[in-house]
Structure formats: structure tokens, C-alpha cells
């Protein structure tokens, strides 16, 4: 009698551990489709331009004083343009209009705004700064740069946009002691300051992604549009980049979970606990089914983003052969192990012990084996390595 109520009771166990592991299976590729695939909430994919222009990089000096460098802004969306704080003209406008593109999109980590003075000789940090607060400018997110005019200058050209100030052309008359060069003119302008009135975006990759006008509201909806498509575009290949780091971890803690339960099971058979070894060994199997989604996903996202397959062992010599021992072993024992498991849990849900038991003396060695490979091979691997190679 108690052997059929324990028969009984292994069966419903049995449906009960299926059910489970087909809901985390499905959960789990259902989570990871909807939080890591390519997002869709953005909308469709700003096309390429048709332009192949890398952004310079720009080394001048903000409104704070200190040194930028746009090498900060490599990996975020970026938008520049050139004005100065005393224009008369559009650059009002085109300060008004990057405030209010800022408004739009809020704060995002992803997004810098610049804005380059083409008269540094009265715009120096303190009035970019004031000038900047006047705007209610987030410097978090927006920097006003001055420098030298002959880089200002170069800046715009590689921009394809122009910067003129007849301060530079007027000193570099007296410089060379031109017979026209105006003795006044280094501390007066003698004309008007030309500089472009178009705001360039430049993408993550620091390529000038295209032009608009600062002073056309069109161009600026445009402007605020294509800044959310690849804002989000960025904010999707980080989180593509932070699964992909952190998921060798997760499935070698997986592993070493299924190896502790494992030994624990093992244990609770030896000692006569029948009913503690079983939720043990459906502990394991369960662990090793959540293992198995999780490297599926690692893989799969890993030739979606990157276009890789395996991560291969870079450093020669004599651990190269034995890691790649322990992998095709690994590689190799764990093709069988859900076979082995699966049958080896449905022998005993349907009460055929000794069947069981002569399965389990294979079925766990071999289980444990590549449990604890698992972890080696991503000791060796993501720790070993660059450890040899510094070397």
C-alpha cells in the first residue's frame, strides 16, 4: 500500500516538475525576445545617411574652464552647432531651439549636446556660462566650448560648415605687416561674424549622421525625431551589452548550483532520505532546464548583435590544449545529459527504483562532470585568459 501511495505521489510530482519547467522555459525565451530583442517601441530604423563623414574631435575649452574633449561623447548621439553670445542674428534662435530639443528629450545619458562659439575673444568660459543659464541650459547635457579661433575655425570646416570672424583676418594682416592691416583691429571688428546656421547631428559611432536648419522649425522636428531613434538604438545595444557580460556569469553560478544540489542529493540517497534526495535531484534538473535558456540566449544575442559564434581561447601554449580537452568533453557529455536526466526522473516518477538507481550510477558522474566543467571552463576562460595574456 504505501509502495502505490508512494508510486501515486511520484506521478503527480512528476506532472507537477514538467509543468514548472515548461512555464520558466517559455517565461524566460518569452522575457528575452521582449526585453533584448531589437526594440520596436522606437519605430523603424533611421535610415543611413548618405554621407560617409567622420566628426572631428574636438579638444577646446568649456564654460567651466576646463579641458573637453569629444573622445567623452564616443558611444552617445551628439548634436553641435556654432554661434556666439552676441549675435544678433539666428543664433537666438538656435540656442532656443537646442533648449528646447533638450526639453524634449528630457534627461538621457545618451544624448550631449554642443554649442561652439565663433567669436572666443569676447566669449570666454564666465559669459558662455551665463550666457548657457540664461537659456536654463543643463551643462550636464550641453557644453558651450571657446578655444582658439584657428581650431574653431578648422572644427566648422570638417562640419562642412563655415566660421568667419574679421578679428582673425585683421590680426593676420598685422601679423604680416600688411600695408592695408588696420591698427585698431585687434581690440575692434571690422565687420560682421559669418558662420552657419545648421545644427549637425553625429551618431554613437562618432559619424556625422546629418544637417539641419537651427533655424526652421521643420528641421527641428526632424532634428528631435531622429535624436529618439538613435538614442534609443543606443540604449538597446547597451543593454544588449550589459546581458552579454553578465550572462557567462550567470550561467556559470547556474552550474555550480546544479553541482552543489547535486552532491546534495547524492548525500540524501546514501542516508535513506528518500523524499529530501528527490527535491534535490528536481532542484538540479530544474536549474540545469533554466541553465540551458539562459546559454541558448547568451548565444543567440551574441550572433544577433555581434555577429560571433563561440568565445575561442586567444593565449597559446600548453593550457590551450587543456582547455579545449575540457571543452569537447564538456561540449560533449552535456549533449547527453538532458536524455539521461529526463529518463532517469521518469523512472523513478513511475516507481521503477532499481531501474533507476542502475541509471543514476551513469546519469550522475556524468551530470556532475559537466556541471563542474561548466564553471572551469568559464574560470579558464574569461579569467585565466586575460590573466596569461597580461602575462
Not at 85 to 106: E, R, Y
Not at 153 to 178: H, I, V, W
Request: charged letters at 15%.
Amino acid at each position: 500500500m504505501d509502495h502505490r501511495r508512494s508510486r501515486r505521489a511520484m506521478t503527480r510530482l512528476d506532472l507537477l516538475i514538467w509543468v514548472l519547467m515548461v512555464a520558466v522555459c517559455a517565461a524566460m525565451i518569452i522575457w528575452s525576445w521582449i526585453r533584448f530583442a531589437p526594440d520596436s517601441a522606437a519605430g523603424p530604423a533611421a535610415p543611413q545617411p548618405p554621407v560617409n563623414i567622420q566628426a572631428p574631435r574636438i579638444a577646446l575649452t568649456n564654460q567651466e574652464g576646463q579641458p573637453f574633449d569629444s573622445q567623452s561623447l564616443r558611444g552617445k548621439v551628439w548634436a553641435v552647432d556654432f554661434i556666439f553670445t552676441n549675435c544678433p542674428g539666428p543664433c537666438p534662435i538656435m540656442t532656443g531651439n537646442l533648449a528646447a530639443l533638450q526639453k524634449a528629450i528630457g534627461p538621457n545619458p545618451n544624448v550631449h549636446l554642443v554649442s561652439i562659439t565663433c567669436d572666443p575673444w569676447r566669449d570666454d568660459p564666465a559669459t558662455l556660462k551665463r550666457y548657457a543659464e540664461s537659456y536654463g541650459a543643463d551643462l550636464d547635457q550641453w557644453t558651450f566650448l571657446t578655444g582658439e579661433f584657428a581650431d574653431i575655425q578648422k572644427y566648422a570646416a570638417a562640419f562642412l560648415l563655415t566660421a568667419e570672424n574679421p578679428r582673425e583676418a585683421a590680426e593676420s594682416l598685422n601679423a604680416a605687416g600688411e600695408d592695408d592691416a588696420d591698427p585698431a583691429a585687434p581690440g575692434e571688428h571690422s565687420g560682421p561674424i559669418v558662420h552657419s546656421s545648421r545644427i549637425v547631428l553625429v551618431d554613437r559611432d562618432g559619424q556625422v549622421y546629418d544637417w539641419y536648419m537651427g533655424t526652421e522649425a521643420q528641421d527641428m522636428q526632424r532634428l528631435i525625431g531622429d535624436v529618439r531613434v538613435l538614442a534609443a538604438a543606443g540604449a538597446s545595444q547597451e543593454r544588449y551589452a550589459s546581458l552579454l557580460k553578465a550572462l557567462p556569469t550567470v550561467n556559470a553560478s547556474l552550474n555550480a548550483l546544479a553541482a552543489v544540489l547535486l552532491l546534495i542529493g547524492r548525500l540524501l540517497i546514501r542516508q535513506g532520505r528518500r523524499a529530501a534526495h528527490m527535491r534535490c535531484m528536481i532542484g538540479a534538473f530544474l536549474v540545469s532546464v533554466v541553465f540551458l535558456v539562459s546559454y541558448i540566449t547568451y548565444h543567440t544575442l551574441r550572433q544577433m548583435e555581434q555577429g560571433l559564434g563561440h568565445t575561442k581561447w586567444e593565449v597559446d601554449g600548453v593550457m590551450r590544449w587543456a582547455y579545449y580537452a575540457i571543452l569537447i568533453s564538456h561540449v560533449v557529455l552535456a549533449a547527453a545529459v538532458p536524455f539521461l536526466a529526463i529518463r532517469t526522473l521518469w523512472l523513478a516518477a513511475s516507481g521503477r527504483f532499481l531501474q533507476h538507481r542502475r541509471l543514476a550510477v551513469i546519469t550522475w558522474p556524468i551530470w556532475m562532470y559537466v556541471s563542474l566543467t561548466g564553471v572551469l571552463v568559464y574560470l579558464m576562460l574569461y579569467h585565466l585568459q586575460p590573466l596569461l595574456a597580461a602575462a
